[in-house]
Each structure stands twice: as structure tokens, then as C-alpha cells.
């Protein structure tokens, strides 16, 4: 319907709809049981396109560390209150002198410089604790383990990426997020999901009610979008659940049973399936 649609792929099993697909016994008893006329149903190939954070089964895609933003960090580093108070100083003392902060790796240097000034620096941005300092390098060495310096790094996706139409077809593009890899760490996964959403919510521009979304989203195993999360970050992803329709993009929340999601977003969604 010319709907650039987002998906991700837990299992495997989605890649299919690249390749015209072939008629068999089930499909054809299933056909005939839904009263479509044999020989009538079209087989065919739907526009797609392939992502993956690790850039091994379709395009890389990254994100800066500051435009992940440290709400989002902090959840992806799985660090406490207190620590997430010093990334804050962080990201703040780096924007005020304009300090890179595209990897992991100029997260370290920014974090050890921060460190050895931390007194100086007590009385303009607030208390830097030594050991949250510490705390804070050992999770960033985890996230590297485990991949994470593959997706934070320059440049960040343009989101526009995921909004096109096949130039031939009119249809809208399906973009495949590869996550079988990235489903191994589902706190990377629901995050990165989050930064998706945020990313939309803070870069497109106001449309109102529309004949047609300008994207939808499926999030498959969406519980994992709200575990562990703290207030502040619940309360954004409210708020951005409640706005991204004037946005026009559609969001769906895939999991086992409604009960899974918060009932602040369930009281959001306008169709449960």
C-alpha cells in the first residue's frame, strides 16, 4: 500500500518475503478454505531491504554515543542511579567543550579525564565519584565484549533510510532488522528498539491524521522494551508511545499476552489483536 514497514527478525524466518514464494498442499488447502478461487492467488516478491547492528547479514547500522543519549546508555550499560548521575556529568561536560563523543572509545578517554579532575570539577557539574568512574569503565568494557562498539559509532543512520518506496512498484520497503545475534543481549536489543523510537519521535516533523502512516513498526518480544527501566526512561517512552502517531508513524507491540506490556502503554494502543 506504498507503507514503508519496520520488522525484526528474532528467528530467521522472515527474510523470505524477498523471493516469490511457491504453492504447496497447505497453502493451497488454506486458500481454498478462506474461498480464494484456485489458481487466482499471486505469488510475488515484496521489496526488502536488510539491517543488522553487526553489519553481517544486511546494512550496519550505528548511532553515536551522544545521540544515543545517556538515558538510553545508562540502560544499555545497566549501571545504577548514581552512576547514571555521573554519565550525565559526562555528557554534559563534553557538550559544553565540545568534546567528541562518538564511540565507545572516546567514551573511555572522556570518562578517564573526567576522573583524574573529578574535585575541579565538583563545584560547576557536581560530586564524581571515583568508583562510579570505575563502575561505569568496567560496564563500557562489557558492552564492547559484546559487541556493542559495532553499533555505537559514526555515523548515525539517517532515519530516512527506512522511509522509502520501491521506485518501480509504489510499494512501501520492508526493512528487516537481522536480531538473532542481537537477541543473545536483550537489554542491547530492547535499547537499541528504543533508540529506534526516539530517534523517529525526535526527528520527523508533525503530520497529523493522514489517509496512510508514513511507517509502521512491529516490535517483536516488545516486554523487553520495559524491563529494567527506570522511571525517568518510562516516562519518555509514554510519552513518545502517545505522540508518534502525529508524527504519523504506527507501532505495533508484538508479545504473548497484553498483560506483558505496562498499562500506562496499553492504555496508548488503539487495536490489541
Not at 2 to 16: A, N
Not at 41 to 49: E, G, I, N, R, T
Request: hydrophobic letters at 40%; a negative charge.
Amino acid at each position: 500500500m506504498g507503507v514503508p514497514v519496520f520488522l525484526s527478525d528474532i528467528k530467521s524466518d522472515l527474510s523470505g518475503m524477498v523471493k516469490p514464494g511457491q504453492s504447496n498442499e497447505a497453502i493451497a488447502s488454506r486458500l481454498a478454505g478462506c474461498g480464494v478461487p484456485e489458481g487466482s492467488f499471486d505469488f510475488h516478491s515484496f521489496p526488502s531491504a536488510f539491517w543488522d547492528v553487526y553489519g553481517e547479514y544486511g546494512q550496519r547500522i550505528r548511532s553515536t554515543v551522544r545521540d544515543m543519549g545517556s538515558m538510553l546508555l545508562s540502560r544499555m550499560l545497566q549501571i545504577n542511579e548514581t552512576q547514571t548521575g555521573v554519565l550525565n556529568i559526562v555528557f554534559r561536560y563534553c557538550n559544553d567543550y565540545h568534546i567528541p563523543l562518538d564511540t565507545l572509545y572516546d567514551l573511555k578517554r572522556a570518562l578517564a579525564y573526567i576522573g583524574e579532575r573529578a574535585k575541579d570539577l565538583t563545584l560547576d557539574y557536581g560530586n564524581v565519584s571515583i568508583a562510579s568512574i570505575g563502575a561505569i569503565q568496567r560496564a563500557v568494557a562489557l558492552l564492547e565484549d559484546q559487541g556493542g562498539d559495532m553499533f555505537l559509532a559514526a555515523p548515525t543512520l539517517d532515519i530516512q533510510s527506512w522511509l522509502r518506496q520501491d521506485p518501480r512498484t509504489g510499494q512501501g520497503v520492508i526493512n528487516i532488522l537481522a536480531a538473532d545475534r542481537l537477541f543473545n543481549n536483550p537489554i542491547m536489543y530492547s535499547t537499541f528498539l528504543l533508540w529506534m523510537l526516539t530517534r523517529l519521535y525526535d526527528t520527523l516533523p508533525e503530520r497529523g491524521d493522514g489517509e496512510k502512516p508514513v511507517a509502521v513498526f512491529f516490535f517483536d518480544e516488545a516486554h523487553l522494551l520495559f524491563d529494567d527501566c527506570s522511571k525517568v526512561l518510562m516516562d519518555k517512552i509514554e510519552q513518545v508511545v502517545r505522540l508518534i502517531r502525529s508524527k504519523g508513524v504506527g507501532v505495533y507491540f508484538i508479545t504473548q499476552s497484553p498483560s506483558d506490556i505496562p498499562m500506562s502503554i496499553l492504555g496508548q494502543l488503539g487495536n490489541r489483536i
